[in-house]
C-alpha cells in the first residue's frame, strides 16, 4: 500500500514503529498510547493500517491484544515477524564505563540480563523502550542509560554504546496487519496463507475435543489455539486459532462445516499471506 497513515502502540522509536516502517516504507507511523486507541484510529478511518504485536517468542504473547482483537471490527490482512534487537544508549559524549543506571521497559531489561550483570547497572523499569529513550533525551544524565530499538537512538539524538545486548539473539515478535475494511481484498492463490477465526463452543461434553475432530481428519494443521475470557465469564469456553489454509480449501471447509456443529458462535477474523519467515530454519 502507497500513502496513507499506519497506527501503532508505542512512542516514536519502539519496535512496532520499526515495523511499520519496514513493512509500509511509504505509510506515516502514528504512534498510539494503548492498543485500544490503535485499534479505533483504524476502526474510523484516522488510519488505513494498524500493526499489532501478538506474541514474542520470548516474552510470550500479547495479552492485551487477544482480548480486543474479537471484537474491534477489524480485519486481519496480513502478519510480519520482526527479529528483535535492543542496543544500550546514551546522551552524547557519555562512555559506557560512566553509566550506573540503565532504564527500559520491564520486558527489555529482563531480556538483557547479561550485559547489565556484567556493566552491574542498576535499572529502573519504564512503560515503554522508546519511552525510556526520550525521557534520557529530555533529561540528560551522564550516569544514565537506556535500552531501547535503535531507531529510538536516532529520533532522540542518543548515541549507542553496545548494539544488539539481548541475550537470545532468536528473540523475534509476530506483528498482524489490521484493516477497517470490511471484505478485504484475498491474497493471490499462488501464496501459502494462514486463517485466523474465534469460535464459542456449545456446552456439551468433549464440545471442544469434537469441534477441532474435523480439522484432524481433513489434515489441517492448526498452528494456534488459545482461550480467552469474554464479558468478564470464568468459563474458557472462547477461543481464538489459526489454521494453514484458506476457507475454499477443500480440507479446511469440510472442517468449519463440522466446526459448526458444536460451536455457537464461529467468525473469520482475517485470511492472509504466511509470513516467508515462517520457514526459515
Known sequence: MSGGRIAFQGEPGANSHEA????????????????????????????????IPVE?????????VHHLLPSSGLKIIGERFKPIHFHLMANPGVRREDVRTVSSMAIALGQC???????????ESVGDTAGAARMLSEHPDPTKAAIAPALAAEIYGLEILARDIEDEH?????????????????PAF???????????????????????????????????????MEDGAWTATFFYAEAD??????GLALAFEELGFFAEKFEILGVYPA???????
Open 20 to 51: 511499520c516502517m519496514a513493512a509500509y516504507p511509504a505509510m506515516q507511523p502514528v504512534p498510539h498510547a494503548t492498543f485500544e486507541e490503535a485499534f479505533e484510529a483504524v476502526k474510523t478511518g484516522d488510519c488505513q493500517l494498524g500493526m
Open 56 to 64: 514474542n517468542s520470548t516474552a510470550g504473547r500479547v495479552a492485551d
Open 113 to 123: 540480563r547479561r550485559l547489565i550483570h556484567a556493566l552491574k547497572l542498576k535499572t
Open 170 to 186: 532468536h528473540n523475534t515478535t509476530r506483528f498482524l496487519v489490521m484493516t477497517a475494511e470490511a471484505a478485504p481484498t484475498p
Open 190 to 228: 499462488t501464496a501459502p496463507c494462514i486463517t485466523s477465526f474465534t469460535f464459542k463452543v456449545r456446552n456439551l461434553p468433549a464440545a471442544l475435543y469434537k469441534a477441532m475432530g474435523g480439522f484432524a481428519t481433513n489434515g489441517v494443521n492448526i498452528s494456534k489455539l488459545e482461550s480467552y
Open 245 to 250: 489454509g484458506r476457507p475454499e480449501d477443500r
Open 275 to 281: 509470513d516467508p519467515f515462517r520457514t526459515r530454519g
